[in-house]
């Protein structure tokens, strides 16, 4: 101890303290390595500015982006049993789920809301990979069906936005049966008469691929999004050789006829629009007509560890 | 005969009568057949008692025998004027699928399967039961010209799941499947499905969605195999048995959570012991289960299914 500790010290310290610094203000693009400030990545749709890459978006973020002025109402979706097989690993599922909860402010991986695109009336739902790799269990199988339901009797379309790492192990068969379950849902939309548009977002795959995501009356990917059902690993390990470049990403899919359109986040909301209105043979959406841009949300809180089928 | 690991006890007293019985076949004037029958029925109690409370792994074990009957010997034994149907019509005929028309009982009606083989040559046809998109696409035309023609379709489910491969990837594996799924929702005549070894995954799914389903005492049906979910949750794949407890996949979890509608027994000691047995107790079952569906409209068999599949699982497993 002497004078400058004494006398200075105090000062640094107070000086570091009183600055309040969010935790993930800068974000590093996954695929070029580019710094991102956390305000140009929110006004870029999470696009990274430098190579384009599409990251992942939390529910929230993408109706906000995807609704005329960010403006939508939620969609109750009616709530699963908890746990229905007192599944444990290496942890609690029941603690792994309150872990997930906490940290996302969901209740689970899946958003349901409505609202309007370009003036057009749109029921959404959304997967959230940040929410146990958007792993699809007993409540995103309730929230699809809630989804369809309300645009049923509404007579909206639904847009439905999938990031999934597949099934939810955590539920064992009552996870695999949220297929079938998913897929009567698409039969609500179709019977109905309603378009019901996929938007295949980074990253789908297992069983999620295997049942609502393939069945879209369109099908649009995100760029270099991957898209497949078995894990790209697995596979290598199976045949014992290198997998090409870009296999199972957006544009590779296109190529082999697995999707009609990959889609640049910023021209979105406009395509989705367009091909809707002519689905339901509305006239063309006013352009140039739509809403600003919603305001940059708070940075996004990071996605927890992959914990999905393969 | 093929032991599996926790048969040892049992394979060691069949051993010894065996022996036994060898040994007085060649020394004239030796009477062995007490003893040996007292062995027998030894190893009968064994097996008894092996089987009676298999734990979930051992389940596992028992569904993949390699010498468990698989769909071609059902096909044999339950069906008559079986008519092979092959072809997607877009790429290729898949193998490791085979269906057609058939007479169940004398009724017609469409069956279709995965197969796995009995042989390292056949095993290498089948591609060990794991389809590509092209077996889902064969089922879908199948399931299709049984619903024109008003037949009842019969699913057996025996796959590790739909194969991981490149070309698999290329042509649509998860498209295929969700399209064979789609299709089982959308017939208009009874669907039942009968897993008679391993349900895995989305590749049973696909064949699985039916207005029944059946399940025989020792497969198993599963959202991931145990030892995937070991390595995932566990990252380390030794964990199987652990992994395969806390999945359910058994016949008997499942029907208790309302997933399967029917056990269909096994003789003592597996389907593999007396496959002629566990052929006609599946027999027995599918007549029985499209009993429940014989009458009923097509407006009727569609809203059956659906309705089925969306309350499924309102009710959890207390344990």
Known sequence: MNWITNYVRPKINSLFSRREVPENLWTKCPECGTMLFHRELAANLNVCSACDHHMTMGARERMMSLFDGGIFSEIKVPDPVVDPLGFRDQKKYSDRMKAAQKASGAK??????????????????????????????????NAIIAAAEHAVKTKKPLVLFSASGGARMQEGMLSLMQMPRTTVAVQLLKEAGLP??????????????????????????????????????VIEQTIREKLPEGFQRAEYLLDHGMLDRVVHRKNLREEL???????????????????PPPPPPEPE????PAESEG | MNYLDF???????????????????TTSGMDVSKEAEALDRKAETALRDLYKNLTAWQKCQVARHPDRPHCKDYIDGLFTEYTTLAGDRAFADDHSVMGGLARFNDRP???????KGNDTKSRIERNFGMARPEGYRKAIRLMDLADRFRLPVITLVDTPGAYPGKG?????????????????????????????????SGGAVAFATANRVAMLEHSIYSVISPEGCASILWKDAEKMREAAEALRLTAQDLAKLGIIDKIVPEPVGGAQRAPKDAIEAVGKAIESLLGELSGKSRAELLADRRRKYLEMGSKGLAA
């Open chain 2, 168 to 200: 698999a990837e290329e042509r649509g594996q998860a498209e295929a499947i969700a399209r064979s799924t789609e299709k089982c929702l959308s017939l208009g005549v009874p669907l039942i499905s009968v897993v008679i070894g391993e349900g895995g």
């Open chain 1, 108 to 141: 689970d991986a899946m958003l349901v809301a409505e609202g309007e695109i370009a003036r057009t009336p749109v029921v959404a739902a959304v997967q959230d990979f940040s929410f146990m790799a958007g792993s699809m269990g007993m409540y995103v199988g």
């Open chain 2, 7 to 25: 048969e040892k006890p049992l394979s060691e007293i069949e051993g010894k009568a065996e022996e036994l019985r060898a040994l007085a076949r």
């Open chain 1, 196 to 233: 019901y548009i996929m938007v295949l977002t980074h990253p789908t795959t297992g069983g999620v691929t295997a049942s609502y995501a393939m069945l879209g009356d369109i099908q649009i990917a995100e760029p270099n999004a991957q898209i497949g059902f078995a894990g790209a690993r």
């Open chain 1, 273 to 291: 629009a367009t091909m809707i209105r002519m689905l339901m043979s509305l006239p063309p959406p006013i352009k140039g007509d739509l809403a």
């Open chain 2, 109 to 115: 009606v469409m069956v279709i399967g995965h197969e």
């Open chain 1, 301 to 304: 809180v990071l996605p927890t």
